[in-house]
């Protein structure tokens, strides 16, 4: 089954929204729910990014890159296609919100 990965992007200064603890636990809740539905389909729930580098040609007009959004974190879905993929990740709680979304790319192998 074709795998796809998907990455929450988050523009800089989208969501302010800072949950409260209920809002946390109900958050929670609804994950706990949604990895459930969903367990066949997760191959890799990913994790927290840390600090990494861009490797590209050094910049004319400094070293600086201008960050336009941010890569928050990624999960690895196993689905029949790119619609399935997508309700996937549509479906999990907390990443598709205001000031931010998720990209989702077939990974292909071959």
Not at 81 to 92: H, K, N, W, Y
Request: hydrophobic content about 35%; some cysteine; charged content about 25%.
């Amino acid at each position: 089954m074709p795998k796809y990965l998907c990455m929450q992007r988050s523009l800089p200064g989208g969501d302010t929204h800072k949950p409260s603890p209920a809002e946390m636990q109900e958050m929670y809740s609804q994950f706990r729910a949604w990895q459930q539905k969903f367990r066949e389909n997760l191959v890799d729930m990913g994790g927290k990014l840390g600090a990494g580098r861009l490797v590209t040609e050094p910049a004319a007009d400094g070293p600086f890159v201008e960050v336009k959004e941010l890569v928050g974190g990624y999960m690895i879905v196993s689905a029949p296609s790119l619609d399935e993929a997508i309700t996937v990740a549509r479906g999990c709680p907390g990443l598709v919100r205001r000031g931010s979304g998720v990209e989702v790319i077939e990974i292909r192998t071959s």
